[in-house]
């Protein structure tokens, strides 16, 4: 027996199943990316902002000077420039200030300081300080990103926040490079990724030992199905203490290989019976045919010549022995027959036969059997071209019992049709009754050895039930066909079929 292929193994499945969540924690980690992202820009800008509002104190504090302590304009805002110049944070960050025209007033790169760069632009070509001054001009205060330095090709991009400061025409502000906080976020994404990747990893070694775990021992249980289906019913599940399904399912197994073991022991014990049975049938049958027909021939003569010189009760007797010892002979004839067709001794003579004599001579034959219950058998005529290859006392032995049973079945007065059909291949020849019909309980045994329909009836009627059984092996081993069909109450059409010599083929 081959093994249907396995396409998808438990294994598979499950390792499909990781896959998926894989994919799936790749597009939540992808997610989280791009908001983890957002964040922290949000978080700098805020920081930037709460930095550039440090340095704004300050720079009010300068102002406020020329006010309470009467400093000059100047002094006050070299004060701010000394101030805010010097404030640092971080790694070295700084604060820068410029005015409204783009002058940098504050700034520690050399030569930045005191230097115009309204029209400087970054390696995006954007006029960075003029963008700053339109924020500050529109809302006050802002962030906006840029390359810096200007006009450099190694420029960084830099976020920065800044306030404006009208009193002076000022801008103070300070700024982030964005490398850094690509770095952060590339930071946590590593941290993040190790820790999916680990799960995933995890969730694969233990996808992949749950799934050898449950398919392992399925396969060994198939292993046992398909041993047993092939018949090898030594075959033993594994001993398995698993207290799960497969545990169950092991032991369910062992329960059905035990059963099959006894199922088997019953079979053969039945063959052995039956052979048993068989042999004793065929024994005591041959036995009994040889003093039989001793008997019979013995009881005929003195039926057929003697019988005038007896009183008539003994006379009588006599008749009664003669028709059961009759019946008796028939019984053994039929037990033989079905004890050569099993050992497939029994022999035909198989000739191109004319169908038409064969039927008329059915008829004859059983007429007087068939008048014993009041009933006429008919038999529509055939055109004599009609011819079947069988072995005709055969045919006709298989067609008497079909009339007989046809009569037998049939009410008293009643009538039984023999007919033949014909189509291009094959000829099919019926005997229509219009008795009691079959039960349709029995209608799957009517060809089983000693069945007999369970109506009263047909007890009383006699028979052995041995009759259709040998029909349909006689037929059978003619290369033919029986059947029948049947309406309760309304009759029965038995059939026997065989395919129709053609014209011109040869015996
Ligand atoms: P027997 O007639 O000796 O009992 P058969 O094998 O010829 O044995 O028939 C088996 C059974 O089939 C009969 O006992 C009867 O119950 C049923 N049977 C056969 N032919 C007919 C029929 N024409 N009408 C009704 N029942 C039938």
Redesign the pocket.
């Known amino acids: 027996m081959t093994n249907p292929i396995v396409r998808f193994t438990i294994s598979t499945r499950l390792l499909l199943l990781i896959g998926i969540i894989a994919v799936g924690m790749g597009g939540i980690l992808h997610l989280s990316t791009i908001y983890i992202r957002d964040a922290l820009f949000d978080k700098y800008i805020e920081q930037t902002q709460h930095l550039v509002q440090t340095a704004y104190s300050l720079l009010t504090q300068c102002a406020d000077k020329i006010t309470t302590e009467g400093a000059s304009l100047e002094e006050a805002q070299t004060c701010a420039i000394t101030l805010i110049g010097n404030l640092r944070y971080g790694k070295d960050e700084y604060f820068w200030i410029n005015n409204m025209d783009g002058v940098m007033l504050v700034h520690p790169l050399k030569g930045m300081a005191g230097k115009n760069i309204f029209d400087d632009k970054d390696i995006t070509e954007k006029y960075l300080t003029r963008s700053v001054i339109d924020i500050v001009k529109k809302y006050g205060e802002g962030h906006d990103t840029y390359y810096w330095p200007p006009n450099e090709k190694n420029a960084k991009m830099k976020i920065s926040y800044f306030m404006g400061f009208p009193k002076w025409g000022w801008i103070v502000g300070t700024g982030t490079y964005v490398e850094q906080i690509e770095t952060e976020i590339n930071d946590i994404l590593i941290k993040l990724i190790s820790a999916a990747s680990f799960l995933v990893l995890i969730s694969l070694l233990i996808a992949s030992i749950i799934g050898r775990s449950i398919s392992k021992p399925i396969v060994d249980l198939n292993g046992v199905m398909r041993e047993l289906a092939a018949g090898n019913l030594d075959i033993d599940v594994k001993p398995n203490s698993r207290m799960d399904e497969i545990g169950s399912m092991a032991q369910t197994v062992q329960i059905f290989v035990e059963n099959a073991r006894r199922i088997a022991r019953i079979e053969t014990e039945k063959s052995d019976m039956e052979n048993m049975k068989s042999e004793f049938i065929s024994v005591v049958s041959h036995e009994l045919r040889t003093p039989l027909t001793s008997i019979r021939g013995a009881l005929g003569l003195i039926a057929g010549t003697m019988a005038k010189d007896m009183p008539e009760k003994a006379a009588h007797l006599i008749q009664i022995a003669y028709i059961n010892c009759d019946r008796l002979m028939t019984l053994i004839n039929d037990l033989l027959d079905i004890d050569k067709a099993a050992a497939g001794e029994l022999h035909f003579d198989m000739r191109h036969e004319k169908l038409a004599p064969i039927m008329s001579q059915a008829i004859e034959t059983n007429r007087s059997y068939a008048e014993k219950y009041f009933v006429r058998l008919s038999c529509d005529p055939l055109p004599d071209s009609i011819e079947v290859n069988v072995d005709k006392a055969r045919l006709l032995q298989v067609l008497s019992?079909?009339l007989?049973?046809?009569a037998?079945?049939?009410p008293a007065g009643g009538k039984v049709r023999l007919y033949a059909e014909t189509d291009t291949e094959n000829v099919r020849i019926n005997?229509s009754?219009y008795?009691?019909?079959?039960p349709e309980e029995?209608r799957s045994r009517?060809?089983q050895k000693f069945?007999?329909?369970e109506?009263s009836s047909?007890r009383k009627?006699?028979?052995?039930?041995?009759?259709?059984?040998?029909?349909k092996n006689l037929v059978e081993l003619m290369g033919g066909q029986i059947g029948?069909d049947?309406t309760v109450g309304l009759?029965?059409t038995?059939w026997v079929e065989f395919p129709m010599i053609k014209h011109g083929a040869k015996t």
């Open positions: 019992n079909l007989s049973n046809a037998k079945f049939s005997v009754d008795g009691l019909g079959i029995f009517v060809f069945s007999q329909a109506s047909t009627k006699g028979g052995t039930g041995l009759g259709l059984h040998i029909s029948f049947s009759g029965s038995f």
